[in-house]
């Protein structure tokens, strides 16, 4: 079996694995699976009750890792997320206490509800697979994926998130209510026991590791590069958009795009690969003008504006220094 046939083959036994706990929730467990094989963090923005939790949860499951939630709040110090030192009397040694940070699925719930000194400690687990205590680093093991939940209906008593903290998310995404018929299924799913408890993994940990590099390969054709640089391009220039996309921005579009196309058994990368996930990968990174807020206009909207009006076989895209 070819490389991008096992991560094809992954996806679906994954997503069948969360459709048994979560119903109607397809298009954001891929969405999940995609940041998953790319390395990268989710931010999760949506009311509470929509299944946030189990959605983490299931992934851990899934892939037999380990799972830990963090609760954040106003009171929470940076060593209940990365663990701190404990004295020993009868050994008289200092004890390193790992926090929640040190599992490989980890769900941040409520992130703006901590302080900004709090999100911070975050900051170096997510971009660098490592947290530093005491002096001491600790490597995170991998695979290892922040899920971060916040309302963003309700502002209250919050710290939002900065932007250079928001750019540090992968992907964006949202669950949304389900139908009709969805919630009556899931009435009846859930009626005796919550299937959670009983989801056996379908991979391992190892498994997920290999399939990641084995997504770092799909082939880009040079022409998809450049739809990828000039769409970042793009909202550098918008004139609704104060700080566009960084280049953080484009790197995850190019590997999300390229974990997309593995998911759909393909070793190369089509424009619609990119079309496909340019919004939850760019639109939490764009700074909007303050006009523009007033006016109710929305990340995603510009992003799917250019989607529309960035060309995907232009030129090439030149320095503007040359």
């Known amino acids: 079996m070819d490389n991008a046939a096992a991560v094809a083959e992954f996806g679906q036994k994954m997503l069948y694995n969360i459709g048994s706990v979560l119903i109607g929730k397809e298009k954001p467990a891929r969405l999940l699976l995609v940041a998953l094989l790319s390395g990268g963090h989710v931010l999760l923005e949506d009311v509470p009750g929509v299944g946030k939790t189990m959605l983490a949860r299931a992934i851990a499951a899934s892939i037999g890792g380990t799972f830990s939630r963090i609760q954040c709040t106003p009171d929470l110090l940076p060593a209940d997320i990365t663990g701190l030192s404990i004295y020993d009397q009868k ?3 200092f ?3 790992p926090g929640p940070i040190m599992s490989q699925i980890v769900l941040a719930d409520e992130i703006n509800r901590a302080t900004p000194r709090t999100q911070s400690s975050l900051l170096e687990a997510m971009g660098e697979g490592q947290v530093t205590v005491d002096g001491k ?3 995170l093991e991998q695979p ?3 899920l971060a939940t916040q309302n963003p209906v309700e502002f209250e008593g919050t710290f939002p998130l900065p932007e250079a903290q928001l750019d540090r998310f992968f992907i964006c995404v949202s669950l ?3 139908t009709a018929a969805e919630e009556r299924e899931m009435l009846y799913l859930l009626q005796e026991r919550h299937p959670i408890h009983d989801l056996k993994a379908v991979t391992d940990p190892q498994r997920v590791r290999s399939l990641q590099q084995a997504v770092s390969r799909v082939h880009v054709e040079e022409s998809v590069g450049e739809y990828v640089v000039r769409l970042v391009q793009a909202t550098r ?3 609704q958009v104060q700080l566009g996309a960084s280049p953080r921005g484009s790197l995850a579009l190019f590997r999300a795009a390229q974990a997309l196309a593995a998911l759909e058994g393909r070793d190369y990368v089509l424009p619609d690969d990119v079309k496909e996930v340019a919004v939850p990968v760019l639109a939490h990174r764009l700074m909007l003008k303050a006009d523009s807020v007033l006016r109710g206009v929305k990340g995603a909207a510009v992003v799917s504006a250019l989607l529309s009006q960035v060309a995907v076989g232009a030129e090439r895209v030149e320095d503007m220094g040359s």
């Open 91 to 93: 050994t008289g040694d």
């Open 237 to 239: 220039s918008h004139p």
């Open 144 to 146: 290892f994926m922040v």
């Open 95 to 97: 004890v390193f206490r």
């Open 137 to 139: 680093t600790y490597v």
């Open 176 to 178: 949304g209510y389900p």
